[in-house]
């Protein structure tokens, strides 16, 4: 009844099973029995010896994890993302290491005795930074000053956007879907949609505020959930409504061909029936 107590037995991570099932049309059954086989066959190479392109080798996962002081969590990540062998996680993650080790970061007038202090210091990712280094083969002070700058945009965006202290300018009326609202803030509230949502649309298609307003509660609209005669403000709402698990509600309407609410019907008729038994 319920999948994300399976997985958690399974020790497989409930939003990839989720994901997996929605996104290539499979059953429940054939999604576990995939991750599960995945899982043991990793556990089976996690014993075999490991050798990397440049000769070195090690007998198995948790000596070359030790060397190079890396969790085995993040090979697993690695390589369950990018779907590779374990040698191929740990060619990735052994190259990353050489990378951060090939040159003594520098910036400005401070030389740094390591790479994970000068990212800690200068507050930028570690692992971003190493891969840009990897795939772009660029130096460490190219690598930091990238993020630096990224960082210092945002920064910079973000103080553009604080009012200015002062006198605040007078709500001037706008006039949507034929009526006539006192100021932008009476427009979001009568219509039920955020400022943000209405600004990232303008933003993004660069519109006018009316057609990102029609944009936003038209969205709204689709997004509304009907069931048993009521209107919730979205299908997880609905869900959270009636303690059912969104997702398993998802599956559940895939997996049998039917709608999200014949799926809900079906779920409750049976957790009723289970109380009565």
């Known amino acids: 009844m319920d999948l994300r107590e399976c997985c958690r037995m399974l020790d497989i991570s409930y939003r990839w099973v989720c994901e997996k099932i929605l996104n290539q049309e499979l059953s429940v059954e054939e ?3 995939y991750y599960k086989g995945k899982k043991e066959a990793l556990r089976k190479m996690e014993k075999e010896p490991i050798r990397l392109e440049n000769g070195t080798r090690y007998n198995n996962l948790a000596e070359f994890c030790t060397a190079l002081k890396i969790r085995k969590k993040a090979i697993y990540g690695y390589i369950y993302a990018n779907d590779c062998s374990v040698s191929e996680a740990a060619t990735y993650y052994a190259d ?7 040159e003594i970061p520098q910036i400005g007038d401070r030389i740094y005795t390591d790479l994970r202090e000068c990212c800690k210091d200068q507050n930028v990712p570690y692992r971003w930074v190493c891969n840009k280094m990897l795939q772009e083969d660029v130096s460490v002070q190219d690598a930091v000053q990238y993020y630096k700058r990224k960082q210092e945009k945002r920064q910079q965006k973000a103080q553009r956007q604080v009012p200015v202290k002062g006198k605040m300018p007078e709500p001037q009326p706008v006039n949507v879907l034929g009526k006539k609202y006192e100021s932008k803030e009476r427009c979001y509230k009568g219509l039920g949609i955020t400022k943000k949502s209405v600004q990232n649309h303008m933003k993004k298609t660069s519109c006018t505020f009316e057609e990102a307003v029609v944009y936003c509660y038209e969205k709204k609209l689709e997004k509304q959930f009907e069931f048993r005669g009521e209107i919730y403000k979205s299908y997880n709402a609905c869900c959270t409504a009636y303690n059912l698990a969104q997702e398993y ?11 999200r609410q014949e799926a809900m019907e079906k779920l409750l008729a049976q957790r009723e029936s289970e109380k009565t038994i």
């Open 249 to 259: 509600v998802a599956i559940k309407a895939k997996r049998e061909k039917i709608t």
């Open 31 to 33: 999604v576990l029995l």
């Open 96 to 102: 990353r290491q050489v990378v951060s080790e090939k």
